[in-house]
Nanobody, 115 residues
């Protein structure tokens, strides 16, 4: 199973930006689909963005045009660049890896958007 470690969360004012990072402990990072999810106490965990091995990316409608997912296969890292943050983006953000139906999750990093 892949170990995933997220970082980069924090508190930011509305309109601000953050970059989340997730480092994976595997020699085969380039064979995994990577994704970011988020969850609040009031809502179920939801997909924010994903990026395939061919770098095709998808986004939740709520973040399209504001968030960008990318990957660096040499650094075993997936990023989530978040712009124009809104209070409703406040959540715990989780990284997930998937290959051949096997999933691994990180412990999460908290993002709080508040004035």
């Amino acid at each position: 199973q892949v170990q995933l470690v997220e970082s980069g969360g924090g508190s930011v004012q509305p309109g601000g930006s953050l970059r989340l990072s997730c480092v994976a402990s595997t020699d085969y990072f380039n064979t995994y689909t990577m994704a970011w999810y988020r969850q609040t106490p009031e809502k179920e965990r939801e997909l924010v963005a994903s990026i395939r091995t061919d770098r095709i990316d998808t986004y939740a409608d709520s973040v399209k045009g504001r968030f960008t997912i990318s990957r660096d296969n040499r650094q075993n890292t997936v990023y989530l660049l978040m712009f124009s943050l809104k209070p409703e983006d406040t959540a715990m953000y989780y990284c997930k890896s998937t290959r051949s139906g096997v999933e691994s999750w990180g412990q999460g990093t908290q993002v709080t958007v508040s004035s």
